[in-house]
């Protein structure tokens, strides 16, 4: 879309002239809400973040990893990040998936509708059967962006909510996909949002339900793409398992807990590519 497109809604002239004023008053804030004539909105910029230096080096060699699910999108910045998000917001949308509205979007600039809470914000609060229906649904939810074919990037509770018993995607910042087949990227999917889930710490039980409700939706091609992963990083898995717990940091134990179950669990995955398989050739 061009400068000052609108897509999704509109935002009468008085209420944009405050936002932007308030993307004036703040120049240095990265995403922002901001209460407009009652109503809230999210502001994004692409153009106020600096790209840390090792997602500059990831990005220099990442066309020459093998295997290719070890390689990062380009980044994205200034027009160009608004540019992927209004793309990817159309794609899911197409789909029939939910995602925020875009109210507003110009050059840097994108404003959309509000769909908080996340689940993030949400699921600490709940008791162990609200956990689970939740966690349930965001798996589930994430496999039918994999069933049709298409890829969020960088999966977390935080980019997610949940309306009725539907779920939200948002912040869609990155694109695996046009770096690696798209079976990988929807294994890349899985995995990283495997992990915040791991730093609830659920029961056994939940994280399968997780995994078995992904499955459910997935094609077979990205439950394959993810056990090839977890088979090449088993070896680095089992690294890892011997650091200190006094050296390891949150994401690290996370990265460890969530790893540890999905390698655990390749057997289910090799069971459910099976029954599949099965159905395909008595309905062939």
């Known amino acids: 879309m061009g400068d000052g497109a609108h897509t999704d809604g509109t935002i009468p002239e008085d209420e944009l002239v405050a936002i932007l004023h308030a993307v004036a008053q703040s120049p240095d804030f990265r995403v922002r809400a901001v209460e407009v004539a009652g109503q809230r909105v999210w502001i994004k910029r692409y153009d106020t973040e600096p790209l840390a230096l090792a997602k500059r080096l990831h990005g220099f060699v990442s066309p020459l990893l093998l295997p290719t699910f070890l390689r990062n999108s380009a980044p994205a910045i200034g027009p160009a990040g608004v540019a992927r998000e209004s793309a990817k917001i159309a794609r899911f949308r197409a789909a029939g998936l939910r995602t925020p509205a875009i109210l507003y979007q110009n050059g840097s600039l994108m404003i959309q509708s509000d ?3 996340t689940l993030w914000e949400r699921v600490a609060d709940l008791d162990a059967p609200s956990q689970r229906h939740m966690l349930f649904k965001a ?10 074919g298409l890829v969020h990037g960088r999966p977390h509770l935080r980019d997610m909510s949940l309306g009725g018993d539907e779920v939200c995607f948002f912040d869609f910042e990155e ?10 990227a929807q294994a890349r999917d899985l995995v990283l949002l495997m992990l915040p889930v791991a730093a609830l710490e659920p029961d056994i039980e939940t994280q399968r339900d997780c995994l ?3 499955m459910k ?7 394959r793409s993810l056990i090839r992963m977890l088979r090449f990083c088993g070896p680095v898995i ?4 011997v650091v200190p717990a006094s050296l390891q940091g949150s994401d690290l134990r996370r ?3 969530g790893s540890r179950f999905l390698v655990a669990s ?7 590519i099976a029954k599949r398989e099965q159905g395909a050739g008595l309905n062939g």
């Open 115 to 117: 769909v908080a809470p």
């Open 255 to 257: 990265f460890i807990a």
């Open 266 to 272: 390749i057997s289910d995955m090799d069971s459910v």
């Open 238 to 241: 089992w690294i890892l398992r």
């Open 212 to 214: 078995q409700a992904w």
């Open 139 to 148: 798996f589930e939810a994430l496999g039918e962006v994999h069933r049709a």
């Open 217 to 223: 939706g997935a094609p077979v091609a990205a439950i």
């Open 175 to 184: 694109e695996p996909e046009a770096v690696m087949p798209s079976a990988d």
